[in-house]
């Protein structure tokens, strides 16, 4: 079976509701439509070191996230908007997995190729494009591929205070956008199974 695995980047620690969460969740949901299973981590439950290494020492958490990474077919990175910006524990995992750029196989391609990536982003400001380019590129740089329309964001009202989890149901934009993220994403990580990339 594909496996997806959806790294959940809020700023806020379990058990505290999240907005990130709740989107992410509802990309595996949609992935599992297409015999997709995955599971989410809540990064910042996590004591992920800062750095740009596979493994930063003693207490550090990202060795056994990145096995689930390693592990999985589709990785999904979830990101609250702040300022503008993804949050700080976004660009982490980010500079964390710049290390699978000296990481290869024995055909000397990256550990990450062959995996697909897609982004999941809410927010009450706008920031959503910019943040969606930022993590596609770094993505796409480790090895990463990203399926056509491989994004799904909700953005709130500017200067209001509701949060995604705030609403009565999803919004059929975003909804549609999940779920064309799922089927892409699902479509790519089987061809990729069945047809790696070739090595170098």
């Not at 990145?66 to 980010?94: E, K």
């Amino acid at each position: 079976m594909v496996r997806a695995l959806a790294l959940s980047c809020t700023l806020k620690s379990s058990p505290a509701a999240s907005s990130t969460d709740k989107l992410a969740q509802e990309v595996l949901d949609a992935l599992a439509a297409h015999d997709v299973g995955g599971e989410l981590i809540r990064v910042v439950d996590h004591d992920v070191k800062p750095g740009v290494e596979a493994d930063m020492g003693d207490g550090d958490a990202w060795p056994r996230i990145r096995a689930n990474v390693l592990a999985a077919d589709i990785l999904i990175v979830a990101s609250p908007t702040w300022m503008g910006h993804m949050s700080s524990v976004a660009q982490r995992v980010l500079e964390r997995l710049d290390a699978e750029l000296s990481e290869t196989d024995a055909a000397g391609r990256p550990l990450v190729e062959g995996k697909v990536a897609i982004t999941a982003v809410v927010g009450n400001e706008d920031g959503a494009h910019k943040i969606t380019a930022d993590i596609y590129q770094a993505l796409a740089d480790v090895g990463f591929s990203i399926p056509s329309q491989g994004g799904t964001y909700w953005n709130g009202e500017a200067m209001h205070t509701v949060d995604y989890n705030d609403l009565d149901a999803v919004p059929d934009e975003v909804a549609s956008a999940t779920a064309t993220a799922a089927r892409n994403a699902a479509h790519l990580a089987k061809l990729l199974t069945a047809q790696p990339y070739p090595p170098e």
